[in-house]
């Protein structure tokens, strides 16, 4: 069992390849979760060494999905961003800049006899005896030379090109960075038995390693990146919310002792710990998802729920910028406790951020009948002679315009509702009024009616 007091030190190591896998997403966070429990220290390192596929936009997918899952990094090199405060505005670690260090470590090699050219390239000799491999999540590992490295065990740490490999790399900012924990995917299993030759050849002790198992599609088949759900950014895109997707990746593949699912962030950083991750690969459950995040938007804070919401409005297209704070906070208020995800948000309150509503062909034959619309148009007189357009009022006159019509509410409220919203559902028909406010109130309603603007005082 490792020591909690020595100083943990983990990191996220993923190569920039524009896309955040979920896989990738789950790995970065047990390794937050295992250094918040342990007070220890999380490291974010691009393995971006191979300089052909990345980019700076790739490393901006990484580092925009950690910050939406709410994953701070705690090191790194300082870089200037005038925009962001606080954590995470320094680091990540680029192995592109570190290729001095591999040159070094690799001459250390050379002269230690651990290393020699080859054909161009630099080589490693490899231990010959199998290694045993201790880890924490798979247990203890015999890995025995495969038939074609008994024949050849030593590996390139240096191409002909220059360039440097990805185990040398891997490894030697793992000793660099004094990382004490390697937690990583199971696809990695089969590199370790050279990582830790590695280490041995560099005369330090291997990391612990924790290899979590992969994720799989509901039906049990490998996970592969056009899946769907593969990409964090999905969940973005459906209006998920974080909290609740990082609970769901939290599940996957790690169980809190009484079972629970639901767990706030704060309470799995206690709980967390590295045996409890699943040996068994874990399956998507998209409707666990689903669930959770209904769970969260219900019971979130109003600032969280304008901030989120804001974002998601946003991401559907509608420039929010143009509106004033007050407004966007007001709009939202008529939302909450209504809707399940964000993703929801823009068809349910898109109608407050656009100059005019689209009525549905279909809709406003069926919801503005002549009948409807003589009604609307009282309703809408009515409405231009309020002088305080505020919900309570605006209920009272709806009500008194029904009882003056002989008619229900409804009447009303479902073709004032149409013309002001362009929805059959939506917030509480009063409240949006009120949010809207009057002159766009009567301006809908005369659209509605057929009424050219500015005719009809
Ligand atoms: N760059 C490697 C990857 O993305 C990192 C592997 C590791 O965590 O050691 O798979």
Redesign the pocket.
């Known amino acids: 069992m490792e020591d909690k007091h020595t100083n943990v030190r983990v990191r996220f190591?993923?190569?920039p390849t524009g896309f955040l896998h979920i896989g990738g997403a789950r790995t970065a966070l047990f390794n937050w979760l295992y250094a918040r429990h342990t007070g220890g220290t999380f490291v974010l390192r691009i393995?971006d060494t191979d300089a052909a596929r990345n980019s700076q936009e790739a490393t901006e997918v990484i580092l925009s999905g950690l910050r939406w899952l709410g994953l701070d990094w705690d090191e790194g090199p300082v870089t200037p961003d005038p925009a962001g405060a606080g954590k995470g505005d320094f680091g990540p670690y680029f192995q592109s800049q570190r290729g001095a260090i591999y040159q070094r470590r690799v001459r250390e090699l050379k002269e230690k006899g651990l290393a020699y050219d080859s054909e161009g390239a630099v080589k490693f000799k490899m231990e010959r005896q199998p290694i045993l491999i201790h880890d924490l999540v798979v247990g203890d590992v015999r890995r025995e030379l495969t038939d074609r490295e008994q024949a050849d065990p030593d590996f390139v740490l240096i191409r002909s090109d220059g360039q440097p490999v990805f185990h040398l790399v891997?490894v030697v900012d793992d000793l660099e960075m004094r990382i004490t924990h390697?937690i990583?995917?199971e696809d990695?299993l089969s590199n370790t038995a050279k990582h830790i030759a590695l280490f041995r050849a560099f005369g330090v002790e291997p990391p612990n390693y924790a290899h979590i198992p992969l994720i799989l599609n509901p039906d049990g088949t490998k996970m592969s990146k056009r899946d769907r759900g593969a990409s964090l950014q999905s969940y973005l895109d459906d209006g998920s919310t974080p909290e609740a997707v990082a609970n769901y990746l939290c599940l996957l593949g790690w169980s809190p002792k009484e079972n629970r699912e639901k767990m706030p962030m704060a309470e799995t950083v206690k709980l967390f710990d590295l045996p409890q991750i699943l040996r068994h690969n874990a399956r998507f459950d998209i409707a666990k998802l689903q669930w959770l995040d209904g769970e969260y938007i219900r019971e979130m804070g109003e600032e969280r729920f304008f901030q989120l919401g804001a974002a998601a409005l946003q991401r559907s297209g509608y420039k929010l910028d143009a509106f004033p704070p007050n407004y966007i906070a007001a709009a939202l208020a008529t939302c909450k406790g209504k809707i399940k995800r964000f993703g929801d948000l823009g068809p349910y309150a898109g109608f407050y951020f656009v100059d005019a509503v689209n009525i549905d062909p279909a809709d406003r034959a069926r919801e503005f009948t002549a009948e409807s619309l003589a009604r609307l148009q009282k309703l809408r007189d009515a409405f231009a002679s309020l002088t305080a357009f505020a919900a309570p009022e605006i209920e009272k006159t709806l009500k008194a315009v029904a009882l003056e019509l002989g008619v229900k509410a409804g009447a009303l409220v479902h073709p004032a509702r149409m013309a002001c919203t362009g929805a059959a559902a939506g917030p509480s028909l009063y409240h949006l009024l009120e949010v809207l406010g009057r002159e766009p109130v009567l301006k809908r309603m005369d659209a509605a009616l057929g009424t050219p603007p500015g005719k009809n005082p």
């Open positions: 190591a993923p190569s393995e891997n390697v990583r995917g990695h």
